[in-house]
T-cell receptor
């Protein structure tokens, strides 16, 4: 069955460091991979989308990589700030249906 | 991006009752999506609501339990019927973006069933 795996343990890092979150998937051929941010009690907020033929995409302090051979995406936040503390969700969608399927998310805690 | 308003933001309900969640979008959209997020779990798609046709439900979700209305291109409702404690969850309304699958979400409706 299709599976999207994100680390269930919270990632704790110090302010100013680079946070790296991982999304692995199996039995899936995604056309698009997306990352969302979700704060407690709020709906998810779309951050970045990367296509299957793209290796990397950047937006300000965010960088996403997409390795379809490893079936993995890495999400990086450089110069992290306490305000970056949130849960980050990975989502995949195939070319047949653009409606994404979500992972459980990884909680990021940036300490001042 | 779209601005999506959901009501109620939270509610506490008794077992056996029903609750209707409203979703209003600030622009006309073809498809609206209803997701459920149970504690510690990922978002699970309940159904896709198209204006002028019946909603399309995902495996494990049925119309009798989660009836959906879509009277126009900016509004939808999801009803959670005959609720049990297992229905305690956050219910999220969302709409699509520019066509590559990214979604915009409402703030969610946190439902607690006693």
């Amino acid at each position: 069955s299709q599976k999207i795996e994100q680390n269930s343990e919270a990632l704790n890092i110090q302010e100013g460091k680079t946070a790296t979150l991982t999304c692995n998937y199996t039995n899936y051929s995604p056309a698009y991979l997306q990352w969302y941010r979700q704060d407690p009690g709020r709906g998810p907020v779309f951050l970045l989308l990367i296509r299957e033929n793209e290796k990397e995409k950047r937006k300000e302090r965010l960088k996403v990589t997409f390795d379809t051979t490893l079936k993995q995406s890495l999400f990086h936040i450089t110069a992290s700030q306490p305000a970056d503390s949130a849960t980050y969700l990975c989502a995949l969608s195939s070319g047949g249906s653009y409606i994404p399927t979500f992972g459980r998310g990884t909680s990021l805690i940036v300490h001042p | 991006s779209a601005v999506i308003s959901q009501k109620p933001s939270r509610d506490i309900c008794q077992r056996g009752t029903s609750l209707t969640i409203q979703c209003q979008v600030d622009s006309q959209v073809t498809m609206m999506f209803w997701y459920r997020q149970q504690p510690g779990q990922s978002l699970t798609l309940i159904a896709t609501a198209n204006q002028g046709s019946e909603a399309t439900y995902e495996s494990g979700f049925v119309i009798d339990k989660f009836p959906i209305s879509r009277p126009n291109l900016t509004f939808s409702t999801l009803t959670v019927s005959n609720m049990s404690p297992e229905d305690s969850s956050i219910y999220l309304c969302s709409v699509g973006g520019t066509g590559s699958g990214e979604l915009f979400f409402g703030e969610g409706s946190r439902l607690t069933v006693l």
